[in-house]
């Protein structure tokens, strides 16, 4: 069975399992909407490699327990 098959099944299975155990009802459709590219401005990236021994830039996430994770 080739990967995307074995997804489609498993996914099957786990979506029955699902409404089985909660009593949910699902529904799938397929839907045109909008979507936005990523794409280098008319002047460049302004992105620059870090430079070896650079100083990294950390961003401190809060968790909601007052604790702090660097990232």
């Known amino acids: 069975m080739r990967r995307d098959e074995f997804r489609t099944v498993m996914m099957a299975r786990l979506r ?7 009593q ?3 529904h ?4 045109e909407m ?3 590219g990523l794409v280098v401005a008319k002047g460049g990236s302004k992105l620059q490699p ?3 021994g650079g100083r990294e830039s ?3 996430i809060s968790r909601g327990d007052d604790a702090n994770m660097r990232v």
């Open 16 to 22: 029955g399992l699902i409404e089985d155990r909660f």
């Open 24 to 26: 949910l009802k699902t």
């Open 28 to 31: 799938r459709e397929t839907k």
């Open 34 to 36: 909008q979507i936005y």
């Open 50 to 52: 870090m430079q070896p």
């Open 58 to 60: 950390s961003l401190n």
